[in-house]
Structures are given as structure tokens and as C-alpha cells.
């Protein structure tokens, strides 16, 4: 069965320190998809990024950075010189073939001034 | 705009009296779901739709039904609310891709129904 575990239920930083948001993902699948999500506390959920099981290549977006390694069933979300506005709970997410999408706990992220 | 709708925003009930939470999309999206979402456990699929006609259990259904009769539209019903369905639930909708939601999801406001 697909689960998707997110270890970190809550990370305190320090505006300007990098932090990194566990993912660890279990599918039998060989094609599936793999989401990060954000949740500010406002509540809305807006979408970070998308990977595919076939392609592993690192994604940086700004101060976002995304690590897929599928030898270890990990996405890993990084955030480099985290601001304030960065605080929120942050989902990571796995679809397979069918429909059926599965979240994570979620962790929630505090950056301190 | 492209967005998704939900209403109402915030419901209070009473155990058993049936209820009918709206979601509307007008991004012509095949895909559409309803998540709730509880303090510790992340959102939880409950029913989702291939496309008009097709609908499917996620995780949590006990409780809810659904129907998809239109591609906008996509109701969740609580025929017999109770108090452990109270929570936060959110629709989405997407295009698939190879048979699922593998596009981004595009949220709902989120729906806050407290059953008493």
C-alpha cells in the first residue's frame, strides 16, 4: 500500500538558516507522482512542485530546493535562508496510477525573526 | 478566474441532519476530490472522480457520498452527519494524466463543518 511519512511534525528555524522537510514515501508502483504542498495560515493549500518516478534530477526554484533519491524512497524538500514568510505547513504527497492521492502528516514550519 | 469553489465556507450541525457541501470548478478539469483534513493526520482522501460518471473511494468514505453528474460539479454528501466528521474539508480539481492526478491539484477555500 502507498503511505507517505513526513517524521518532522514541527521545525523551528531562525530567519536566514537553511532547513530541509523530510519525505519518505512507500509505493509498488514503478510509475507514480511525487507532490510538495503549502499551507499557509491563511489555509489555503497552494502546489510547489511535481516529480515523476522517472525523473530524479534535482529541482532548485529560487531559494527552493527539491531532492529525489528513489534508492531511498525520499523527497526532501530544502529551503535556503528561510524568511518569515515561509512559515507554514508544508505537505508532501504521492500518486500512483488510479486516482487515489496520498498525503503526508504535514510539517509545520515556524522561521523566528 | 480559474478557481474552485466551495459552500458553505463554515457549517455548524446536528448529528443526523443530512447536509450537502458544494464544489464547483470552472477550469473544465476531468479530475476532481474531497480531502479532510484533522490536527496530526495531514488530508485524507475521501472520494474522488475520473470524470463525470466515475467516482471511486479514497481512504476515509465511511459516512460520505458523492456524485459527479456534471464535469463542474462535485457535492459531498453527509447523509447522517456525526460529531467525528467534523473537520476541515477541502476540494480539488485537476487534468489527469496516465489515469491520475498527476497534474498539480487546484484547492478549494476549505469548508470548516462542526457537527455537534
Known amino acids: 500500500a502507498q503511505k507517505v511519512t513526513q517524521a518532522q511534525t514541527e521545525i523551528s528555524v531562525v530567519e536566514k538558516e537553511d532547513v530541509t522537510l523530510d519525505c519518505v514515501y512507500e509505493t509498488r508502483d514503478t510509475t507514480y507522482y511525487l507532490f510538495w504542498y503549502k499551507q499557509p495560515p491563511s489555509g489555503e493549500l497552494v502546489f510547489l512542485i511535481r516529480r515523476n518516478s522517472f525523473d530524479e534530477q534535482n529541482e532548485i526554484s529560487g531559494r527552493y530546493s527539491w531532492n529525489f533519491q528513489k534508492s531511498t524512497s525520499s523527497f526532501n524538500f530544502t529551503i535556503t535562508a528561510s524568511q518569515v514568510v515561509d512559515s507554514a505547513v508544508y505537505f508532501c504527497?504521492?500518486?500512483?496510477?488510479?486516482?487515489?492521492?496520498?498525503f503526508g502528516q504535514g510539517t509545520e514550519l515556524s522561521v523566528k525573526p | 478566474e480559474a478557481q474552485v469553489t466551495q459552500n458553505p465556507r463554515y457549517l455548524i450541525t446536528v448529528t443526523g441532519k443530512k447536509l450537502t457541501v458544494t464544489c464547483s470548478q470552472n477550469?473544465?478539469?476531468?479530475?476532481m476530490s474531497w480531502y479532510r483534513q484533522d490536527p496530526g493526520l495531514g488530508l485524507r482522501q475521501i472520494y474522488y472522480s475520473m470524470n463525470v460518471e466515475v467516482t471511486d473511494k479514497g481512504d476515509v468514505p465511511e459516512g460520505y457520498k458523492v456524485s459527479r453528474k456534471e464535469k463542474r460539479n462535485f457535492p459531498l454528501i453527509l447523509e447522517s452527519p456525526s460529531p467525528n466528521q467534523t473537520s476541515l474539508y477541502f476540494c480539488?480539481?485537476?487534468?489527469?494524466?496516465?489515469?491520475?492526478?498527476?497534474?498539480?491539484?487546484?484547492f478549494g477555500p476549505g469548508t470548516r463543518l462542526t457537527v455537534l
Open positions: 480539488a480539481s485537476s487534468f489527469p494524466l496516465a489515469g491520475g492526478p498527476a497534474r498539480e491539484q487546484f
Open positions: 504527497a504521492l500518486s500512483e496510477s488510479g486516482g487515489k492521492l496520498i
Open positions: 477550469m473544465n478539469h476531468e479530475y
